[in-house]
């Protein structure tokens, strides 16, 4: 129980720095180290498969995504001031943590009834097949726009007219 | 598994999602917007694993868990590539200077 709530408070660490730090490619970093303990506290959990694919696509593909787009994109550092005053901002998010608590928590701590012994591989590709089906159409359209809106900026071609020649040559 | 890591572990999701919305509501820049998605569904994925194990139906939990990922990686993926788009057209990533609706 120590390591997990040393994991899971390295995990917290990380995403505060991720939110806090003023540089976007430190930011990824550190959001890449909360990925990477997340993997680690989901396995410990029991989870061992989810930890994987967590630590391949959540910390290793997106991360790089992430510093593919920051290259693209440029370091923007300092912008000052806050979208929504702070105070704004804590009173809000206590609103939300308390409609979670209200609403999630006490069917969460329902004794469960009847327990399955279903295993993890036959849960994903046949209990839950549609979902699988439908995770590689995401991947396969996040890809497709991803790609099309990387795309350079078309410039339109000039058509050269008779009469804008002529204008060009007087 | 004992109740008390649980427990702990649906600390961890509360301050997660905690953060990840406190950095949706401050900040500006369009991609450290999409860091904070990111720490948001870092929660919801940890709270599938836990839901599962309490609920004693984990690989249920887990295989939901795993869509979350991915329908978030795609999210991530579809979101930079229009920041990128936004830079290049605007010329910053400020929400603030890029909105519309305040001139």
């Known amino acids: ?42 396995a ?79 849960a994903v590709w046949e209990e839950r097949s549609l979902d699988t089906i439908l995770q590689v159409a995401l991947i396969f359209s996040a890809v497709l726009g991803s790609i099309g809106l990387l795309a350079d900026r078309r410039e339109p071609a000039r058509a050269e ?9 007087q | 598994m004992t109740g008390s890591v649980w427990t702990i572990a649906i600390a961890a999701v509360l301050c997660l999602v905690a953060i990840g919305i406190y950095g949706l509501l401050i900040l500006r820049n369009l991609i450290k917007i999409v860091v904070a998605l990111q720490v948001f569904a870092k929660g919801t994925i940890l709270i599938m694993v836990v839901a ?5 139906k984990p690989a249920i939990g887990q295989s939901l868990a795993i869509t979350v990922l991915v329908a978030d990686t795609a999210i991530t993926i579809v979101a930079l590539a229009l920041a990128i788009q936004v830079r290049r057209w605007c010329g910053t990533l400020d929400t603030r200077v890029i909105s519309t609706l305040r001139r």
């Open chain 1, 44 to 122: 410990l959990l029991g989870a061992p498969e989810v930890g994987v694919v967590e630590l391949s696509v959540g910390a290793g593909l997106v991360t790089i995504i992430f510093v593919f787009a920051i290259n693209i994109a440029g370091e923007e550092t300092a912008v000052a001031g806050a979208l929504v005053p702070r105070p704004l901002a804590w009173v809000l998010m206590g609103l939300f943590l308390f409609l979670l608590l209200w609403l999630t928590v006490p069917r969460l701590l329902i004794p469960a009834l009847n327990r399955d012994a279903l295993p993890f591989l036959r």
């Open chain 1, 161 to 169: 007219t008779p009469a804008r020649r002529a204008g060009g040559a």
């Open chain 2, 52 to 56: 599962g194990g309490m609920a004693g």
């Open chain 1, 1 to 42: 129980m120590v390591i997990q709530t040393l994991v899971l408070s390295g995990m917290l660490i990380c995403a505060l720095q991720a939110i806090r730090a003023p540089r976007l490619l430190v930011s990824a970093l550190w959001l890449a180290g909360c990925s990477a303990l997340l993997a680690l506290a989901i």
